[in-house]
C-alpha cells in the first residue's frame, strides 16, 4: 500500500471518484484506524461530509478514509446497479484488508449515519455477492468497531417520508415526493403481505446485528450510538430498541445521548462531546 492515503466519495451521479491526499502520514503504530469509513445520510452534500473527514484526520492523521455518499435516487434503481455502484469502493476495501502500511492486521472504524445510507446500497447482498465469492477474510487480529450516528431505527411510513422530503425546500416538490414516496412504501408493504416475504428495510436493520456482516466484524465487534431525542427522523426510542437487541445478540454496546440535537446534528451542536465520545470508543477499542 502507499503511503498516501486514498479518500473515495462518490459524486452528484452516484460514480464513486478518488482522491489522495499527500499530507497524510503512514500508519506506523497500533492506536489509530488504518482505514475509517464514512457513510454519509441520504442526500447529504460532499462540503458537509468533508467536515467529517477533516475532523477525523485531525484526530487520525495517519488514517485512510474513504467517504460514500448516498444517493436519494439510486434507492429506486435495481440491486445490482445499486451493487455496482459500490464496486470501486469495494475493490480499494479489498485491498485495505489483505495488506496494511506497517504489515500488521487492520484497524478498521465504521461511521454510519442515519438510515439512508442503506437505503441507497444492498448492504445485505454487498458481502455475500462480493467479499464471499472471492474468498477475502480479515486477517487474524483485525480490530473493527462502528458508530452509528443517529440510526439505525425501524423504517415507519412517517421516517421514510420525513427521511426522504428532509432535505427538499420547495413545498410543492416535497409534497410530491411524499405522495410518491408513500405509494411505494404502501406497494411494498402489501407486496410483503401478499408473498410473505420481509419488506427490504427489515431485512437490512436484521442485517445489522449478523456477526458476519463483513468479514471483519463478530459478536466481538464494538459499537456504539450517538444519537438524541431532539431527532425527528430517526427518534431515539427506535435507535434504542436497536442497541438493545444488539446488545441481546452479544454485541458490546456504548450509547451516547444528546439532548436536543436534531437529526445528524450532532456534532454540530456539541463537537466536544461528539469526537470526544469517538476518541474514547476507539481507545477502549484497541486497549
Known amino acids: 500500500m502507499s503511503p498516501t492515503a486514498t479518500v473515495a466519495a462518490s459524486s452528484a451521479n452516484g460514480q464513486v471518484t478518488k482522491r489522495t491526499t499527500s499530507d497524510l502520514l503512514q500508519a506506523s503504530d497500533d492506536v489509530h484506524p488504518t482505514l ?161 416475504v420481509p419488506r427490504p428495510m427489515q431485512r437490512e436493520m436484521a442485517a445489522l446485528n449478523d456477526p458476519g456482516l463483513f468479514p471483519w466484524t463478530s459478536t466481538r465487534t464494538p459499537r456504539m450510538y450517538l444519537y438524541s431525542s431532539g431527532d425527528q427522523v430517526v427518534p431515539a426510542p427506535g435507535v434504542e430498541e436497536h442497541a438493545a437487541k444488539a446488545r441481546a445478540a452479544g454485541f458490546p454496546v456504548r450509547m451516547v445521548h444528546f439532548d436536543r440535537s436534531a437529526h445528524v446534528a450532532h456534532a454540530r451542536d456539541d463537537p466536544e462531546k461528539y469526537w470526544g465520545s469517538i476518541k474514547t470508543f476507539w481507545e477502549e477499542v484497541t486497549s
Not at 475532523?55 to 439510486?74: E, F
Not at 470501486?88 to 487492520?106: A, C, K, M, N, Y
Open 36 to 196: 475509517i469509513i464514512i457513510f454519509g445520510w441520504l442526500g447529504a452534500k460532499a462540503p458537509t461530509l468533508r467536515k467529517y473527514s477533516d475532523s477525523y484526520r485531525k484526530l487520525y492523521p495517519s488514517s485512510a478514509q474513504m467517504v460514500v455518499n448516498s444517493d436519494p435516487l439510486r434507492f429506486w434503481k435495481l440491486a445490482f446497479v445499486r451493487e455496482r455502484a459500490l464496486q470501486p469502493v469495494v475493490r480499494d476495501l479489498e485491498g485495505h484488508i489483505s495488506q496494511t502500511q506497517d504489515g500488521r492486521p487492520p484497524r478498521i472504524l465504521l461511521h454510519v449515519m442515519s438510515n439512508g445510507w442503506w437505503f441507497s446500497y444492498p448492504l445485505t447482498s454487498l458481502p455475500l455477492t462480493y467479499f464471499t465469492r472471492r474468498g477475502l477474510r480479515a486477517p487474524d487480529g483485525t480490530k473493527c468497531a462502528i458508530v452509528f450516528d443517529s440510526a439505525p431505527a425501524p423504517v415507519t411510513f412517517s421516517i421514510m417520508n420525513r427521511a426522504f422530503t428532509a432535505g427538499i425546500r420547495s413545498r410543492i416538490m416535497r409534497y410530491l415526493m411524499m405522495a410518491f414516496v408513500s405509494s411505494t412504501y404502501i406497494f411494498i408493504a402489501i407486496v410483503g403481505i401478499l408473498f410473505r
